[in-house]
Nanobody, 120 residues
């Protein structure tokens, strides 16, 4: 059973930084991508960033140049370094593993989320 546990959230002032971590437990032989999503109060969950197994990254336009996603395969951990934080970055941040394949190698797993609050 795959489990994802996020940590690193907190409260910071605008312009500050946080680093989120997502530790993944449980073995899979499937190909996958790891992503960060966020959900602000009253809004739908939205994509923030992703990283493929070979290191290919993607970012939401509004976080490009401020956020950096990375992974440490030896530690089964994905990180999201967030710099120059803005009040509009306030949200619950979720980690997601998307299985890339078919049959038993399809589906996704989510973490429980970690709160990020940015004050002006």
């Amino acid at each position: 059973q795959v489990q994802l546990v996020e940590s690193g959230g907190g409260s910071v002032q605008a312009g500050g930084s946080l680093r989120l971590s997502c530790v993944v437990s449980g073995y899979t032989y499937c190909l996958y991508t790891m992503s960060w999503y966020r959900q602000a109060p009253g809004k739908e969950r939205e994509f923030v960033s992703s990283i493929g197994m070979r290191g290919t990254t993607s970012y939401k336009d509004s976080v490009k140049g401020r956020f950096t996603i990375s992974q440490d395969s030896a530690k089964n951990t994905v990180y999201l370094q967030m710099n120059s934080l803005k009040p509009e970055d306030t949200a619950i941040y979720y980690c997601k593993r998307l299985l890339v394949g078919s049959g038993s190698c399809s589906g996704s797993y989510w973490g429980q989320g970690t709160q990020v609050t940015v004050s002006s």
